[in-house]
């Protein structure tokens, strides 16, 4: 073993030693211990990754939820109705809902939280642009009402993407958007966050609400009845997948939500039970539209013919499962069509060196961002060899995620100052598979839409008119003009798709399948 990695290895034990003793003996009480990233985002309506977007669920209820099948139901609505022409909804919330101080959760929360979200995030704007008003006409009531039909509304109400549109206080929700969340944070979720145990980056600590008040349905998916069975959810944050193994398989943690694919047969061998948590990742190549060569299609033509699925996959998911899937959704979805892909089917190196000379690539050095290990750096490296055989320069830069999330985000940076071609990404499955909350289909101009930066207002209006059906066939049909599009203008190449695996102590039980983990239901023995 490299003496970087065990030196990597000593150091996350010790932070793992010290999380753990600076925590009082909990006599008595249920405490699941989860292996995850660290929350830095506290506000549900700004946490825009899959952490934040796990503790917004916790700690914020949302007015729907999405099931199993990723349908939305209702989560602190009791009721509501649309008027025959699909433009008003009248709402009426469940009676007795509380927030963490006690208070009443009200019709004017609801409003002003909603439009905080809506407001402020990208995914929010879908629904404001199509907003004409928003009112609260009692104290369990309130009222939309929209200038178009739009059949995606519950869907976004629900927390589909994120931020989330969850449910806080007025005064909350009021505050300027740019300032932290209070503390202590009263949310109206089934866990409270507990910030006296938080030590940022070793721990974060989620005790059970027991005044929540749940629905009495089954559990399915995030809707449903959201029954905690445990008195305390401890995150223990582990960067190291190797450490997070060992710990798991020692007892020193119970459950791994996003497990490692590298790590899945070791974790096997140690007894640990396995388990697919949601729909796959997808793992997909960004260009940078801002430079050349890529924002040229053929430049992007030729990206997409030195991608082999089937070459880079095995490497991508290790022991997880894996399928080639040229889909600009998720393939086995509802929108899962490969349709327009077939010219790209075949990797053909002499062809791209073609294209790309055609796009008036002369030589210039390539600049690749990836991650320093995973699937990103797995397909990063395949792929700077493929595009070295086509004749390109490149240079792998390696960063860690925040500097690479900063210098991804930067608009007009030339290479050498911070600027890149190309960057390998993955995402939840679950987020990625729908045009309304898969980001990088954005494809509006002016340079607001998730980074790349893309430009298509032909292709705009085809992931427009997929949001404006209003029954799912309408939208399939709609979303296959749309995938034939995106084969010609090539937003980003995917590469494929892989399983998410839960791993978990033999002790643990009740583990849904959801659109992102939930730790209610969960028990431990």
Same mark, same amino acid.
């Given at each position: 073993?490299?003496?970087?990695?065990?030196?990597?290895?000593?150091?996350?034990? @010790?932070?793992?030693?010290?999380?753990?003793?600076?925590?009082?003996? %909990?006599?008595?009480?249920?405490?699941?211990?989860?292996?995850?990233? &660290?929350?830095?985002?506290?506000?549900?309506?700004q946490g825009s990754n899959r952490v934040s977007r796990v503790y917004s669920q916790m700690v914020f209820d949302t007015l729907f939820a999405l099931d199993g099948k990723l349908v939305a139901k209702p989560m602190m609505v009791e009721k509501y109705t649309v008027s025959s022409d699909g433009l008003t909804r009248d709402y009426t919330l469940r009676p007795n809902l509380k927030f963490h101080d006690g208070s009443p959760v009200t019709a004017r929360d609801v409003v002003a939280s909603v439009r905080r979200w809506a407001d402020n995030t990208a995914i929010g704007a879908q629904l404001k642009s199509r907003l004409s008003s928003l009112a609260s006409v009692g104290d369990r009531d309130f009222r939309l009402v929209l200038k178009e039909p739009f059949g995606f509304v519950e869907f976004l109400l629900a927390g589909a993407g994120s931020p989330i549109p969850g449910i806080m206080r007025e005064k909350d929700a009021a505050r300027p958007y740019n300032t932290p969340m209070p503390l202590p944070v009263v949310?109206?979720?089934?866990?409270?966050?507990?910030?006296?145990?938080?030590?940022?980056? @070793?721990?974060?600590?989620?005790?059970?609400?027991?005044?929540?008040?749940?629905? +009495?349905?089954?559990?399915?998916?995030?809707?449903?009845?959201?029954?905690? $069975?445990?008195? %305390?959810?401890?995150?223990?944050?582990?960067?190291?997948?190797?450490?997070?193994?060992?710990?798991?398989?020692?007892?020193?943690?119970?459950?791994?939500?996003?497990a490692d694919p590298d790590q899945i047969a070791f974790l096997r061998q140690r007894g640990l039970k396995l388990s697919p948590n949601g729909l796959p990742f997808v793992e997909f190549v960004r260009p940078n539209f801002q430079l050349p060569p890529f924002n040229d299609v053929r430049a992007r033509q030729a990206l997409a013919l030195l991608i082999d699925q089937d070459e880079i996959m095995p490497a991508v998911a290790g022991d997880a499962d894996w399928k080639p899937c040229h889909s600009f959704s998720v393939c086995g979805t509802a929108f899962g069509t490969e349709a327009g892909s077939k010219p790209f089917l075949k990797q053909n190196v002499q062809r791209a060196r073609s294209l790309l000379a055609e796009a008036g690539y002369k030589g210039e050095t390539i600049?690749?961002?990836?991650?320093?290990?995973?699937?990103?750096?797995?397909?990063?490296?395949?792929?700077? %060899?493929?595009? $070295?055989?086509?004749?390109?320069?490149?240079?792998?830069?390696?960063? &860690?995620?925040?500097?690479?999330?900063?210098?991804?985000?930067? $608009?007009?940076?030339?290479?050498? $100052?911070? +600027? =890149?071609?190309?960057?390998?990404?993955?995402?939840? +499955? @679950?987020?990625?598979?729908?045009?309304l909350t898969n980001a990088a289909l954005d494809m509006s101009c002016g340079g607001h839409n998730w980074p790349g930066f893309p430009c298509d207002e032909a292709g705009e209006r085809l992931r427009q008119r997929v949001l404006r059906a209003l029954t799912p066939a309408e939208q399939q049909q709609a979303f296959e003009a749309l995938q034939e599009h995106m084969w010609q203008f090539?937003?980003?190449?995917?590469? +494929? %798709?892989?399983?998410?695996? @839960?791993?978990?102590?033999?002790?643990?039980?009740?583990?849904?399948?959801? =659109?992102?983990?939930? =730790?209610?239901?969960?028990?431990?023995?």
């Open positions: 073993m490299k003496l970087e990695r065990l030196f990597a290895i000593v150091i996350c034990f @010790s932070m793992l030693a010290v999380g753990m003793r600076d925590v009082p003996a %909990q006599e008595g009480r249920k405490v699941l211990r989860v292996i995850s990233g &660290d929350v830095t985002e506290l506000d549900p309506t949310g109206s979720g089934p866990f409270k966050f507990v910030d006296a145990e938080r030590v940022e980056g @070793s721990r974060v600590v989620f005790a059970r609400n027991a005044d929540y008040l749940s629905r +009495g349905e089954p559990a399915d998916g995030l809707a449903g009845g959201r029954v905690v $069975k445990v008195d %305390q959810v401890r995150w223990i944050i582990m960067p190291d997948a190797t450490t997070a193994s060992n710990a798991l398989a020692a007892g020193e943690a119970d459950l791994w939500a996003e600049v690749l961002l990836s991650l320093p290990a995973g699937p990103n750096m797995a397909v990063a490296q395949v792929l700077a %060899q493929r595009l $070295k055989e086509a004749g390109v320069k490149v240079d792998l830069q390696v960063t &860690d995620l925040p500097t690479l999330l900063q210098r991804i985000r930067a $608009k007009g940076q030339p290479p050498g $100052k911070g +600027g =890149y071609h190309l960057f390998p990404y993955n995402a939840t +499955g @679950s987020i990625w598979f729908h045009p090539l937003p980003y190449v995917p590469v +494929g %798709q892989w399983d998410v695996v @839960s791993a978990y102590r033999p002790n643990v039980t009740g583990l849904l399948p959801a =659109y992102v983990q939930p =730790y209610w239901n969960v028990e431990k023995r």
